[in-house]
C-alpha cells in the first residue's frame, strides 16, 4: 500500500496515468474527506455528498490517461467537485427530482450557524442583484417571487396594467437569472428555493 505523503502529487499522478491501483487508493484516502465535506458545502445533505464525492474520483480515475501535469491533486479534485455540485444544482432548477432531492436535505429552521450564514450570503447577493433593476421593477419581482402575489394583486397593489406588471417580471428574471447563471452556475429558482429554505 502506498501511502499519499511518501509521494509526491507529481509521483502519484505518473503513478495513476499508468494504471497503478494504489496509487490511487492512496488519493482517495488522502483526499475523500475534504471532497465529502466541499460538496456538502453546497448541497447540505449526507446522502447527495456521499454521492457526488465518490462521481468526482470515479472521473479522476476513468480520465486517468488525459491527467494534465497538475501542482495539487486536491485543488484539481475540488475543481472537479464544484463543477459537479454546480451541475446538479442547475439540473435541481429543471428536474423536480432533483430539486425535491436537494430541498428534502437542506436544512430548515436557521438552527444551524452554518446555514444561516449561506442564507445571509445568497439574500445579500440577490439583493445587490435587485439593485441594479429599475424601482419598479424591483418592487414588482418583490411582490410578485419574494411576497408570493399574484401578477392582479401586484398590479392592483402597484396601480399599474398586469400587462405591464408581466413586463417588469419577464425582464427582472431574465436579468437576474443571467446574473445568478453567470456568477453561481445556478439557476434563480434554485437560488430563490436555498434562500427560502433557510427560513
Given at each position: 500500500?502506498?501511502?499519499?505523503?511518501?509521494?509526491?502529487?507529481a509521483e502519484l499522478l505518473a503513478l495513476i496515468r499508468a494504471?497503478?491501483?494504489?496509487?490511487?487508493?492512496?488519493v482517495y484516502e488522502a483526499h475523500r474527506r475534504v471532497v465529502y465535506q466541499f460538496v456538502y458545502r453546497f448541497l447540505k445533505s449526507p446522502e447527495l455528498a456521499e454521492d457526488l464525492a465518490q462521481e468526482v474520483f470515479i472521473k479522476f480515475w476513468d480520465k486517468r490517461a488525459?491527467?494534465?501535469e497538475l501542482l495539487s491533486i486536491r485543488a484539481y479534485l475540488l475543481t472537479i467537485a464544484r463543477n459537479h455540485a454546480f451541475n446538479f444544482l442547475k439540473r435541481a432548477g429543471v428536474d423536480e427530482h432533483a430539486r425535491?432531492?436537494?430541498?428534502?436535505n437542506y436544512p430548515t429552521g436557521g438552527n444551524s450557524l452554518e446555514?444561516?450564514?449561506?442564507?445571509?450570503?445568497?439574500?445579500a447577493y440577490l439583493e445587490k442583484l435587485l439593485e441594479?433593476?429599475?424601482?419598479?421593477s424591483r418592487e414588482v419581482f418583490r411582490l410578485c417571487r419574494q411576497q408570493g402575489k399574484t401578477y392582479e394583486e401586484t398590479a392592483e397593489i402597484l396601480g399599474i396594467s398586469r400587462h405591464a406588471v408581466k413586463k417588469h417580471m419577464v425582464r427582472s428574471m431574465r436579468i437576474l437569472g443571467d446574473s445568478v447563471e453567470r456568477d453561481l452556475?445556478?439557476?434563480?429558482?434554485?437560488?430563490l428555493a436555498l434562500i427560502l429554505s433557510g427560513h
Open positions: 500500500m502506498i501511502a499519499a505523503g511518501t509521494l509526491s502529487d494504471g497503478d491501483d494504489y496509487a490511487f487508493t492512496a488525459e491527467l494534465p425535491a432531492e436537494l430541498l428534502k446555514n444561516a450564514i449561506h442564507t445571509r450570503d445568497y439574500k441594479a433593476l429599475t424601482p419598479q452556475g445556478i439557476s434563480l429558482s434554485v437560488l
